[in-house]
């Protein structure tokens, strides 16, 4: 089975500053990655997914995450947060089963705060 | 609709009672996913239906939780005898194909259960 570590659970930095949020999992076969952000109420939203070519992928609100098979890793970026940026962040990873991938496994999230 | 709705947005409920959590997926998505949030736990998958197919109900913690999906569209969650432990907040999320674990989920903005 697979699972998530994310081992930051709070990240503070300063407005215009780089960030950068680790994410390591486990898992016996090859996976799809993923990030997501929580807004305050809100229900999750999907950031960006590595599937399969490039190992740096680029999502939205000008974040990007590396896949790095050999350290089993898929770290979030952004090189300069906003204030808007305050959220928390879970990775996520499901695996490629070849049989459909339903599942997802959460990491426990890293709380983002911006200071102004 | 254009998202996934639940309802209540907030139930405070005494222990011992039994609560229904609702959830509306996005029309045409046949998978649905239900998750619990728990305060710095991460998310916590509870149960998955696909379809017609039979739930995969391995995450549900105890006989006390269960979930049905009527007409391959809304998905209602029973806790029954609630316990103070129960409290977190219930996420629950659909996707186009069963293979959400591939695509991403969608989520709704979950309902915040207190067991006072």
């Known amino acids: 089975a697979q699972s998530v570590t994310q081992l930051d659970s709070q990240v503070p930095v300063f407005e215009e500053a780089p960030v950068e949020l680790r994410c390591n999992y486990s898992?016996?076969?090859?996976?799809?990655l993923f990030w997501y952000v929580q807004y305050p109420n809100q229900g999750l939203q999907l950031l960006l997914k590595y599937l399969s070519g490039s190992t740096l992928v680029k999502g939205i609100n000008g974040f990007e995450a590396e896949f790095n098979k050999s350290q089993t890793s898929f770290h979030l970026r952004k090189p300069s947060v906003h204030i808007s940026d305050t959220a928390e962040y879970f990775c996520a990873v499901s695996e490629n089963s070849g049989a459909g991938s339903y599942q997802l496994t959460f990491g426990k999230g890293t709380k983002l705060s911006v200071i102004p | 609709g254009a998202g996934v709705s639940q309802s209540p947005s907030n139930k405070v409920t005494e222990k011992g009672k039994d609560v229904e959590l609702r959830c509306d997926p996005i029309s045409g998505h046949t998978a649905l996913y239900w998750y619990r949030q728990s305060l710095g736990q991460g998310l916590e998958f509870l149960i998955y239906?696909?379809?017609?197919?039979?739930?995969?109900k391995s995450g549900l913690p105890s006989d006390r939780f269960s979930a049905e999906r009527t007409g391959g569209s809304v998905s209602t969650l029973t806790i029954q005898r609630t316990q103070q432990e129960d409290s977190a907040v219930y996420l629950c999320?659909?996707?186009?194909?069963?293979?959400?674990?591939?695509?991403?989920?969608?989520f709704g903005s979950g309902t915040r259960l207190t067991v006072v």
């Open positions: 898992s016996s076969v090859s996976v799809y």
């Open positions: 999320a659909s996707s186009l194909t069963r293979t959400g674990g591939v695509y991403g989920y969608t």
């Open positions: 239906f696909q379809g017609n197919s039979a739930p995969d």
